[in-house]
């Protein structure tokens, strides 16, 4: 007999509709499962059939065949064993299938029977929502996690058995609601700008690249406060939004790192990886592509801390998602799309030791300086829009009891500059000053025609390329905002061009 069970597969970060079609017929006695399957989906059958056995159900031996649908996608995960388990239940005539037609079922099997949670649940929920389902049962682990798409009914399942008294003629399946009892949970940080002594520019430099949604560099010797500066940008940037909580969270379900219960990630992403980090972990990739750091850091901030010990090959790779905000991995299985919408916040020595370009300190040679900086190639730099120094903190400034401002206060900044930028991008496609393009540049960055002077003598005089020209626009346009000026002043181009004069210092000597 044959029957149809409904589940869903993941392909990079968005599920689609897989379709568990389950022949039980005659022929030689055994099991055969097809559809471009990867090894953890092929071993799913021996994990079927001792589920099957230690629940309760022994069949006649017969000729099983089991197709996962559509056959050209290959499938990965452990999902699709409970959909299959239920099939053969259903095509030897022990269940009824019409009672979950609308259904889509996801999970993986114990031996003993019993459901185990599995990753990327909230894509696939989706994928079901979108393809017109009406209920998915899932294991009681991952009920939680399913609950935040709405306009499906979760169910959770706990195993086989207890799946055989909802399919039953007596069964009923729980009308269970949604309980939204997170929604208003505050965030709240250990850390604060308040904290921080001295380094105004500094702060003042982060605060324009929060705003604008800018990359920054900061580059000084160790022991400035650039880590301290750097780990406490989520405590100024702007609430997620209930989308941007979900599109994150799709990510962090898919990866298996989403907090315990299953909650959702509700603040902004701070991610750090060491700089022996290989490529692909930072792209994201594997025979069954999954996202890296890059698409972990998305909605927030990706800290590389020691920028130049990072091997050249992976700085390099960050070339294209910085521009496009997304990362493209082409595969012989066809093409993977993760997202790659990050803020990059970079922190580095002016050479080995640290302390160029004092001479009174710095030992190495101008050679090692040369090689040591040039691990950053200038189209590394030109993708970066504010480079900033950390500048030695002195005993007056630890030693002052005066109050530094405090995270909360530049937030408040940092959010109505949002707000500006939101009004006059609304259905532009874009939300921010650092996703402007050419025509969004010539509209809302003009210069004065003593400013257009100016600025042409600086592009001279710095040798600037064509990119670090539109971003230095682009950082005046976020510096005005955060004044809360409707046209670029001379004092606010001055500020992004002054955000740029490290790299005449240290790449052009």
Known sequence: MFCKVNSAGLRGIEGYSVSVEVDVGDGLPGMTMVGALSSEVREAQDRVRTALKNSGYYFRPRKVTVNLSPADIRKGGTGFDFPIAVGMLCAYNVLEAERIRDAVLIGELGLNGELKPVKGILSLVSAARKNGYRRCFLPGDNVREGRAIKGIQIVGVESLRQMAEFMGTSGRIPQEEWDDEEAGEEEAYETDYSQVQGQLLM??????????????????????????????????MPSCTPEECLE???????????????????RRPFRSPHH????????????????????????????????????????????????????????????????????????????????????????????????????????????????????????????????????GEIRRRVERARRIQAERFKGAGISFNSEMKEEHIRRYCRLKKSDEQFFRQVYRNMNLSARAYSRILKVSRTVADLAEEEHIDHEHLCEAISYRSLEEKYWHN
């Open 203 to 236: 702060k003042r430099a982060t605060e324009v690249a929060v705003a604008g949604y800018h990359n920054l560099l900061y580059i000084g010797p160790a022991g400035g406060g650039k880590t301290m500066i750097a780990e406490r940008i989520p405590t100024i």
């Open 248 to 266: 994150i969270s799709k990510v962090y379900s898919i990866c298996g790192l989403l907090p315990e219960r299953g909650t959702l990630v509700r």
């Open 276 to 407: 022996s980090i290989t490529g692909r972990a930072l792209t994201g990739g594997g025979r069954n592509p999954v996202p890296g750091e890059m698409s972990l850091a998305s909605g927030g901030v990706l800290f590389l801390d020691e920028f130049p010990e990072f091997s050249k090959h992976t700085i390099e790779m960050m070339r294209q998602p910085l521009e496009k905000k997304k990362v493209i991995l082409s595969r012989v299985s066809g093409s993977y799309e993760f997202p790659a919408n990050f803020m990059l916040v970079a922190a580095m020595n002016p050479c080995e030791c640290g302390f160029y370009p004092d001479r009174n300190k710095c030992r190495c040679t101008e050679q090692q300086v040369r090689r040591y900086l040039g691990k950053i190639s200038k189209p590394i730099l030109d993708r970066i829009d504010i480079c900033v120094e950390a500048a030695p903190v002195n005993f007056e400034d630890l030693q002052s009891a005066r109050p530094q401002e405090s995270s």
